[in-house]
Every structure is written in C-alpha cells, then in structure tokens.
C-alpha cells in the first residue's frame, strides 16, 4: 500500500513544480531545491517497497517503518494538495476579477474562510511543512538500508504452500454434493467434438476448500478406474511452463526427467499420453497471460476422448482463459458444517467434561470462520492447545487478528496466506482500493457507485487514455469481485450495486491497515480509542446509538481522512462547527441518514474535502453559501433530502464537481451557474423553475449546453411549467451528450402549445432507456424512431396523445409501458409492419419481417379508449404468385400486463402465440369475460397454456 501511496505524490510535486513555472504563480518560493531532494528520497524508497509490503506482515520493525513513511506521505499529500489549492484558488479568483474587470489586492486570493491568513503567510506556511516532510523523508531514507530490502522481490517466507493430491477424506465433511459434482463431470461424455480435453475449473475465495475437493474427486475410485493416467500439478505462482511441463511428465513417467528444454519436455508428453485417457489436476492456476497456457495446450491434444482437465483457482479470469467448458463455483459451507469441522479438530482427544465445559465458547468461535473450512481447520487447531475457559475467552474477544494473543505463525501462515497470495497478486493500486475497506463496520452493506467516488476522492484513481476515474474504479471493483473479496451482492430499488466483504477477509484488512483505519460503535467506544491510537487514524466510521453523545476524542484524530458517522443523535449538529475546525484534512465526509437540520459555515475550513454525502438526512433544510468556497469537492449527494429546497446560489465555483444527486430532494430548482461545471459526470435532475421568486435565482436548459460529460441517468422536470421555448430545449444539446443512458422528459402542464419544446430535447442515439410524462401533443417527436438502441420505453399521462410511432421497429427494444393515453386502436402502424410502398421485394424471395424484435416484458395501463389491438390474421404468411411474407411479431414475449383497459375486447394472435410466462389482467371486463376460467370464457384455451395468469390481482 506504501507504494501506491508514494507515486501519487512524485506526480503531484512534478505537476505544481511545473505548474508554478507555467502559470508564474510563485506562492511558494525557494522550496524547488528541497522538492528534488524529496523526489530523489521517494524515488529509492519506491525501488524496494514491493519487497517491503511483503516484509511487514512478518517484520514488526519493516511495518513501523513502513508507517512512518505512510505518515510522511500522508502529510506531504496534505501540504501539496493546499499548495495545488492555492494555486486553483488564485487562478479562480483572477479569472473572476477579469470577468468584472475590477482591480483586487493580489494578496486576497486567500481571503475566503478557507485561506484566512495572507498570502505572505500561507506561502511560508507551506515551504514549512514541506521542508518539516523533507526532514521526516531523509531520515527514513536512510533507515532502509538496515533492513536489507530487495529490488521489486518477493521473500521465500511468502512462496505459496506446495499442495498434494492426498488428503484425508475421513477429515473432510460438508462437500459430498460438490463432490459428486466434480466426479460427474469428469465421468461424463465429452462435451468437445473439435478437441480432445474437457476444461472444468473450480472457482472459489482462498481457503474455501477448492483443492481439497480436487484431491476428493482425483482420489474417488470410479475417476481412478475410469482415467489411465492421473497427474496432480501445483502450478501457483510464477506461471513456470518448464517446472509445470517437468511437473506433468514426472507422473506420467513415475520419475524425475533429466529434459530441461521446454519444448522437449512437451514433446514427450505428447508422446506419453498419446491415445491415454488422462486427468490433470492443475492446482491453484494464478496466470491470467493466454500465451502461457496455449504454449502447454497443444502437448495436451492427441489423448483419447474423454481425457479432463481440472483447474482451481481463485480468479473468473483463469476460468476463462483457461477456456473452461464446466465452470463450478465452490460456495462457503454452512455454520453447522463449519463448527462440526471446528469441534473435530479443537476437541480431538478431549474428554466429555471438557467438550461441555468448552462448548458455548467453542460454538461462538467457530461462527466467526463464515463458511470456510480452513478457517475452521485453523482456529480448531490453535484451540487444541488452550486448556481453560479463559484462554477460550482471550481468543474468543481478540477475535484472533489480535496477533499478540495467538499463535502468529498458525494465523498468518494458514488463514491470512491465502488471502496474503491473492491480495499480493494485485496492483498496488487495486490493493489499496482494497484496504479502504477496512474502514467500513463488519457486515456492512458497501455500494458500489459510492465506493468509487470514495477511492476517486482519496486520490487512489486517475484517468487514463482508456477512461474516467469512474471507468478505473469500476474495472478495480470487478478485479475485486472476482477475487472473493466481496461477496453478497445485490441490485437495490435505484440499481445501485450493492456488497459486502466477508468477516474473515474484513479482518484481514483491518490486520492490514492497523492504525490506519478504525470503526467505532457505542460498544467499544473506548476500548477502541484506546488499542488504536487516534492521532494515526486516517479513516473512521463511528457507529453510534441516539443515546450516545458525540465523543470529542475523535478531535485528536487531525490527519483524518474519511470520516463515516452513523447515528440519530439530534446533538450531531451542534458538534459539527468544532468537528470541522478540527479535523481539516478531511477528503471524504459521509453524514446521511442523520438528523442534522443544516450545515454548519465551518464546512468552509474543510480544504481537502471531495466527497460530502448528505442523502437521506430528512430534517436537513439548507447548505450554506461557504460549502462553494471548496473548489475540491467532486461529489456532493443530497437524494431524498425532503427539505432542503435549495443548493446554495454560487454552486457554479464548484468546478472540479464530477457527481450532483439531488433526485427526491425538496430541491425545486437548479441554481444559475451550473454551465460552469464541465466536469459533471453526474446529474440526475434538472428542475426547470417555474417563475415566481425563483426564477431570477435559476439556471435555465441552456446551461446544459457544455456539460457533455454528463452520463447515467438525467430527468428534466417541469417542462413547459417556465419561459423556456425550443430554441432553450435547442440550446441544451442532449444529442451531444454521447455518455447518457436514461432520460426522462416530465412536462409540467398538459399545453398544447408547449408540445415544440420536445423536438428540440433529441437524445444521444445510444440512449437506453427513455420515458416522456405528462407530454400535451397529439404524435411523438420525429427523433423518436431514431434511438435504434432504446431497450426500456415508458409512455404515461399524455392523454391527448392519439397516434403511436411504429413502435416495433425499434430493434432492441425489452420493456414497453404505455399509460394513460389517448389512442383508440393498436394496429398495424403501431407494431410498424404497414405495406412499405417504396419498398421492392425482388421475384422468388421471402420478406421476412419482425415487429418488437426482442421485446420482453409489455405493460398496457388505462388506454380506455381502446376496443380493437389488431391481429395480423390477413398478414400473415400473405404472399402472392412471385413473394412470400412472413412476418414474426413479440416472438420473446415473456410478459403482459394490462390494467383498467375496460373497452378493449380481444387480444390479438400474435400475443397468444407469444412464449408468455406470465399474463397479467385487471378491471378489464371484456377479457374477463372471454378468456377467464371461471367465466367458461370462450377463449380460455387460448391461454390456459401460460404458466402464470392473474385476473383482478394486485397489478405487478
């Protein structure tokens, strides 16, 4: 982790050196000299910190050193990130004073409450601290030599462990399902027609029990009879083709080989299984790189058929690469099963009294291994040592990280090994994104989106060529995800990712970060204060009850850098203004669901900060014009704010804002301004004002115009309800806004003469999915029919809507809901199969032609006006002496819905010929009556095939 923080900051000393160059802005003077020789420090340090990070776990005087250097780094980040605001700061100021062309005193650019000193201070200010980092840096400089670091080489003490094909089987339980699993695949017919060798690979989080559940299927004595060569290969890391191919031709050939050549050596394996149906065990495969696989596959073809090939490994990448025709994802055990493993160890040769005496204890600990059978193996042997009760207990509170309670060998080298071989095997920027985890209570619900904006605030992200931090984030999280760090994944109501991360690995990461990252809760308020020292906290969540009083301590915690507060407690408001003067270093603050009624001026002292996450804070009712004075912050949330009715007047300082979520707030419009954050990445609604006292305060949809970074999902309420005409609608580009997905167009008021408007909001052609509400016209826009990737289209509340665009032409097209509308019929021209008289079918062909494509899931609401939705009896297969039509309509229907349609008579056709799973009907008394089973309906057997039908049920 010392090394993804040590780049960052050679990057930004090379940035604000040059910038100061660049821009002449010499707020710090003289400190150039002390900046190289800092650069030159940090420079040799980062050529051996790979070997260090790996050193600590093991060496308590390597992880001291390392946390001096990571508190050095974390100070020097501070002092150039005021630097680097200072200078944004300057330059915002002249460009305003430009803007007004009035005359400023220079000096003033530091004026605002975030600079309360003068320049002449401030720049001596900060030549200070950079010259105090300095010192700290030569000094630990100069300590590294002692340790004997190697350059960019992992130690011996952390080779991964050799595993075997032998295993205890008596040992084993939980896994027979699995088990049976594996020797089905293995014994089954070959699934290959092209190659010889089936691929199964066994997927799973470190010490889940993958190799043991190879070692059960390689020993089974049908997979013994059934294969003429077995062969067990650790492969582990490095990806070594010669030790592997020497590996592979020593159990085929029952001796060690004296080849050493690669290709010889798979050459005579070629030879040795040619015609043999073989199994091979490759245990424990870290390489994602093909080019190393496909140099050992080809020695591997020219077996009988039926020959397997076994894979464990803890990536979904291997998997893949590894061209895997039978992937099996190995599930935790159950807590049952866990302790069963626990008590057979911890109580081996123990007598009754001890096993009841021990017993409660054993049952808790045993809990905590979550569904990992090494987990369990360990602890129950580390318990087979501990005689008393209270030898139990101290293991039982330590919760075993506490490793001067414990055995440290047996921890590290048989629980955090496995997590120790795949954490080592990131980027030093991913396992840092990792270790940011730490800071979050156990078992807590993470989302992903905000994960992200967490890491991007830390500075942990940066662009590249490839894409937006946010894009690096999400490709961090998948890395992640994939490895078994987190777990427990979900879709929320809004689509927000959300995980969380085992307890096991949780701890792991705490063990990590010691000192460094910190929870606290009303329970161990001041036992953790007390383990932890608090000045060294760097990331804090505080979980506190509405009884608990806010705790003053954290005042102390000045190089805090996230801060996590989830409480009821009314007093949190009243303890803000001191918290903010306290702790400035602050770059991520998270207060919502609090019961904070505002935001305190003091906020303005928070220089640093980049992430404030206010949503769900419902009593909060304003945010203060100095919350503008932080030309930091990149993301600022106030979803489901209900009475907070403005964003302060000067947002538009926001210029580094990448993230704006206001949807579901009080907010009613957005302030004037807002053209000035090119940077925003994200905003989810633009309320456009409708008049009154407002309206000189808000910003029109002409100020949309240069935010072409914009993506997600944007809804644009109140059209219609203001000024605005279609050269502002115009004006707003939504076409050039390439990164938006989602779009919803809600007009205020059912105007005819205000229908214009929406011909000017063309979207971006890759839009997926688009609702209109509330629109006052007769037909849709002409743009429409050009969004040939729209997947979800919802049509509500237009009641004077009376023709629908041909609807079916849309190729991609899933989920169509159509509500409160004022058309009279579904025909031909709304499924978009009308006789094309400009087109030409040439003599003996067959036009093919197929109406809603792929559309999956139709919902048809208080079209009441509508009696007929037209078949295409007479269409279809229609053909003449020369062609033949053959026309296809809803062919992946899955879903139909209709509600309060009370004069439509019949289904058509097509729709009962659609693969229905599920028909949905409700106060429609027509359909009711012809295809309901009670009623004897005429047509019920026309339906009685789909497997789900309600009639008058609550609509879903």
Not at 116 to 123: P, S, T
Not at 659 to 668: C, E
Not at 742 to 765: A, H, N, T, V
Not at 882 to 906: D, H, K, V
């Amino acid at each position: 982790m010392a090394e993804a923080l040590v780049s960052p900051i050679l990057e930004q000393l090379t940035t604000i050196v040059a910038q100061q160059v660049q821009e002449e802005v010499n707020l710090v003077v003289g400190v150039k000299k002390q900046c190289d020789k800092l650069k030159s420090n940090l420079l040799d340090i980062q050529s051996v910190l790979e070997d260090a990070d790996r050193k600590q776990v093991k060496d308590k005087a390597v992880r001291n050193w390392i946390d001096k250097l990571k508190d050095a780094c974390y100070d020097m980040d501070d002092v150039l990130d005021e630097w680097s605001t200072a200078i944004l700061r300057w330059k915002m100021e002249e460009a305003e004073e430009n803007t007004h062309s009035r005359q400023k005193i220079r000096c003033s650019f530091l004026g605002s409450p975030c600079f309360c000193f003068n320049q002449v201070v401030r720049r001596r200010d900060i030549a200070l601290k950079i010259k105090e980092v300095c010192e700290k840096v030569d000094d630990i400089a100069k300590q590294r030599a002692k340790y004997g670091f190697d350059l960019y080489k992992a130690t011996d003490e952390l080779q991964r462990l050799t595993t075997t094909s032998f295993v205890d089987e008596s040992s084993v339980i939980g896994r027979d399902g699995e088990k049976r699993n594996v020797v089905s695949k293995l014994l089954a017919e070959s699934s290959q027609e092209a190659r010889d060798v089936d691929v199964i690979s066994l997927v799973g989080l470190g010490g889940i029990g993958k190799t043991t559940l190879a070692q059960l299927a390689f020993n089974d004595a049908e997979v013994t009879a059934h294969f003429e060569k077995k062969i067990w290969v650790c492969v582990s890391e490095p990806f070594d083709e010669v030790r592997i191919a020497k590996g592979i031709l020593e159990e085929l050939e029952g001796r060690a080989s004296d080849l050493v050549g690669l290709q010889s050596l798979l050459r005579r394996v070629s030879e040795s299984i040619k015609g043999k149906r073989f199994l091979l065990v490759l245990d424990d495969v870290w390489t994602e790189n093909h080019g190393q696989w496909e140099q050992l596959k080809p020695s591997l073809t020219g077996c009988a058929r039926g020959s397997r090939i076994l894979v464990t490994t803890r990536k979904d990448a291997v998997a893949t690469m590894m061209g895997t025709d039978h992937r099996i994802n190995i599930e935790k055990l159950s807590d049952e099963i866990c302790r069963s493993i626990f008590n057979h160890v911890a109580f081996q040769e123990r007598s009754e009294d001890e096993r009841e005496r021990l017993a409660d204890i054993g049952e808790k600990i045993a809990n905590k291994c979550k569904g990992l059978p090494l987990a369990a193996k360990v602890l129950g042997g580390l318990m087979q040592s501990k005689r008393t009760r209270e030898e139990w207990d101290r293991v039982l509170s330590s919760e075993l990280w506490r490793l001067d309670e414990v055995d440290r060998d047996q921890v590290e080298r048989r629980i955090f090994i496995p997590l120790l071989l795949s954490y080592y095997d990131l980027p030093s920027v991913v396992r840092r994104c990792f270790l940011y985890c730490a800071m979050f209570p156990k078992d807590y619900e993470m989302g992903k989106y905000e994960l992200v904006k967490m890491w991007i605030a830390q500075g942990y992200l940066k662009e590249t060529s490839g894409g937006d931090m946010e894009l690096v984030g999400e490709q961090y999280f998948q890395v992640l995800a994939a490895r078994s760090f987190f777990q427990d994944f979900k879709t929320d109501y809004v689509k927000e990712m959300k995980f969380k991360m085992h307890d096991i690995v949780h701890d792991f990461a705490q063990y990590m970060t010691k000192n460094e990252c910190l929870t606290v809760d009303v329970n161990n308020l001041g036992e953790a204060t007390m383990e932890t020292s608090i000045e060294r906290v760097r990331h804090l969540s505080m979980m506190l009850s509405k009884e608990t009083s806010f705790p003053v301590s954290i005042h102390k915690a000045k190089g805090l850098r996230s801060l996590l507060i989830d409480t009821r407690d009314p007093s949190l408001g009243a303890a803000l203004p001191d918290l903010f003067k306290q702790l400035t270093c602050i770059r991520s603050l998270n207060l919502s669901g609090s019961s904070i009624k505002e935001i305190p001026n003091e906020v303005g002292k928070l220089i640093h900060l980049r992430h404030l996450n206010l949503a769900s804070c419902h009593q909060l009712e304003s945010l203060p014009e100095t919350i503008c004075d932080l030309c930091n912050l990149q993301s600022l949330d106030v979803t489901l704010c209900l009475s907070l009715k403005e964003l302060p007047k000067a947002i538009g300082k926001l210029i580094k804002l990448r993230h704006l979520r206001i949807v579901r707030s009080g907010v009613a419009f957005i302030p004037k301004g807002i053209e000035s954050i090119t940077c925003l990445r994200t905003l989810d609604v633009f309320i456009v004002c409708g008049g009154g006292e407002n309206e000189s305060k808000a910003a029109n949809l002409r100020e949309l115009k240069n935010l072409n970074h914009i993506g997600g999902s944007l809804k644009i309420r109140n059209l219609g309800g203001g000024k605005e005409d279609v050269s502002d609608t115009a004006e707003a580009q939504l076409k050039n806004k390439k990164r938006l997905l989602c779009l919803e167009l809600r007009f205020d008021i059912l105007i005819e003469e205000k229908d214009i408007l929406i011909e000017g909001l063309q979207p971006p052609p890759d839009l997926e999915n688009l609702t209109i509400s509330r629109y006052g016209g007769l037909d849709l826009p002409n743009w429409m029919m050009t969004l040939t990737r729209l997947q979800e289209f919802k049509l509500l509340f237009c009641t004077k809507l009376e023709v629908l665009p041909p609807l079916g032409r849309l190729p991609n097209l899933e989920r169509l809901v159509l509500r409160s509308l004022k058309v009279r019929r579904l025909d031909a021209g709304f499924l978009g199969i009308e006789k094309d008289e400009n087109g030409s079918i040439n003599e003996g062909e067959i036009a093919r032609v197929t109406a809603f494509p792929k559309l999956k899931k139709l919902s048809i609401l208080f079209l009441v006006q509508v009696e007929e939705w037209e078949g295409i009896e007479r269409r279809a297969g229609e053909e003449d002496a020369n062609t033949t039509s053959i026309i296809s309509i809803m062919p992946q229907l899955q879903y139909l819905g209709i509600e309060y349609c009370q004069s439509l008579r019949a289904l058509p056709d097509y729709v009962l010929a659609a693969p229905l799973q599920e028909l949905c009907i409700r106060t429609c008394p027509n359909l009711r009556k012809r295809y309901g089973k009670e009623e004897m309906g005429e047509d019920w057997q026309k339906i009685s095939h789909i497997p789900k039908i309600n009639f008058d049920e609550i609509y879903r």
